[in-house]
């Protein structure tokens, strides 16, 4: 089992920056894909960044260039910096992670999520 819980999110204005965190407990963090999701209202959820178990990461076109996903094995965190950002970017942001070490930009293929933070950009 994998327990996550994400923190950071908050009310910023465009143009500004926010990172979140992820803190994962349970099994061997190390060895899994990890990835950071967001649902606006009304819209389905869709991929942000993704990062593998030797920390090479993946974006969406959309947040490539403003955000960076990044991982601390040894304390079971992954954060998001997100720079330079806009009202579309406005959603709850999740953490997510899959029992293996390759990562993939479909949600329904992790296993363990979080419960999600708020992330409002305001113009």
């Known amino acids: 089992q994998v327990h996550l819980v994400e923190s950071g999110g908050g009310l910023v204005q465009a143009g500004g920056s926010l990172r979140l965190s992820c803190a994962a407990s349970g099994r061997t963090f190390s060895s899994y894909a990890m990835g950071w999701f967001r649902q606006a209202p009304g819209k389905e959820r869709e991929f942000v960044a993704a990062?593998?178990?030797?920390?090479?990461?993946y974006y969406a076109d959309s947040v490539k260039g403003r955000f960076t996903v990044s991982r601390d094995n040894a304390k079971n965190t992954m954060d998001l910096q997100m720079n330079s950002l806009k009202t579309e970017d406005t959603a709850v942001y999740y953490c997510a992670s899959r029992l293996t070490m390759a990562v993939t930009r479909m949600a329904g293929e992790y296993e363990y999520w979080g419960r999600g933070t708020q992330v409002t950009v305001s113009s």
């Open positions: 990062i593998n178990w030797s920390s090479t990461a």
